[in-house]
């Protein structure tokens, strides 16, 4: 069984950063892409990046050139590195395991319980 745990959630105002963190247990965490989620009040959940073993990246339109996904393989865990956030940005964010990096969300088995990102205007 795989059990992801985000943590680095929290208030900023428009403008700051915030660095999230998810760690990863249960698997061989080194074989799989991991990818990051959000979910805002009353809207689905959408894909934000994601990144393979081999570090291949790819991101979600609304956050490239802001936002930075990287992975440490020795322990485990992912990162999603926020800068410039906007009110837009305020979400549950979740992380999820994944064969291969996609913006698919049905395509990642496992799910952390996600942890809050709020941006103040």
């Known amino acids: 069984q795989v059990q992801l745990v985000e943590s680095g959630g929290g208030l900023v105002q428009a403008g700051g950063s915030l660095r999230l963190s998810c760690a990863a247990s249960?698997?061989?965490?080194?074989?799989?892409?991991m990818g990051w989620f959000r979910q805002a009040p009353g809207k689905e959940r959408e894909f934000v990046a994601a990144i393979s073993w081999s570090l291949i990246t790819y991101y979600a339109d609304s956050v490239k050139g802001r936002f930075t996904i990287s992975r440490d393989n020795t322990k485990n865990t992912v990162y999603l590195q926020m800068n410039s956030l906007k009110p837009g940005d305020a979400a549950v964010y979740y992380c999820?395991?994944?064969?291969?990096?996609?913006?698919?969300?049905?395509?990642?088995?496992?799910w952390g319980q996600g942890t809050q990102v709020t941006v103040s205007s």
């Open positions: 999820a395991l994944a064969l291969r990096v996609t913006p698919v969300r049905d395509e990642y088995n496992y």
């Open positions: 249960g698997r061989t965490f080194n074989i799989y892409a």
